[in-house]
């Protein structure tokens, strides 16, 4: 489990981005954990320490919501597997949700 606090602090980076907002509002109501932007192009990224579907659905409609008209991007869930809950167990329920969606579960250890 990463600490909100902790994931926020982190300088995320990816190549021709930079950093937009860590923690800040997007538009009103959405405050994704951390987002970085090159022109019109967002990568929003969320930290979750829950493995509630409801949690994981109100972050792909709220990012939907926001990449829309101009704004483009990609949301990337950064997830951490506890007990019986599994990163592709959650994958698998959301394409159930969003079959048109782009679900790809990834597992990345990083020490």
């Not at 599994?86 to 679900?103: D, E, S």
Request: proline share 5%.
């Amino acid at each position: 489990m990463i600490p909100d606090k902790i994931f926020k602090a982190i300088a995320h980076n990816c190549a021709g981005y930079a950093k937009f907002t860590n923690g800040g509002q997007l538009e009103q109501g959405y405050k994704p954990d951390y987002v970085l932007k090159k022109g019109s192009d967002y990568i929003i990224l969320e930290s979750e320490n829950s493995s509630s579907r409801k949690t994981f659905v109100g972050g792909m409609i709220k990012a939907a919501h926001f990449l829309q008209n101009l704004n483009r991007g990609i949301l990337i869930f950064i997830i951490m597997p506890k007990g019986n809950i599994q990163a592709a167990a959650i994958a698998r329920h959301l394409k159930n949700i969003c079959p048109g969606c782009r679900i790809r579960p990834t597992l990345k250890m990083f020490t």
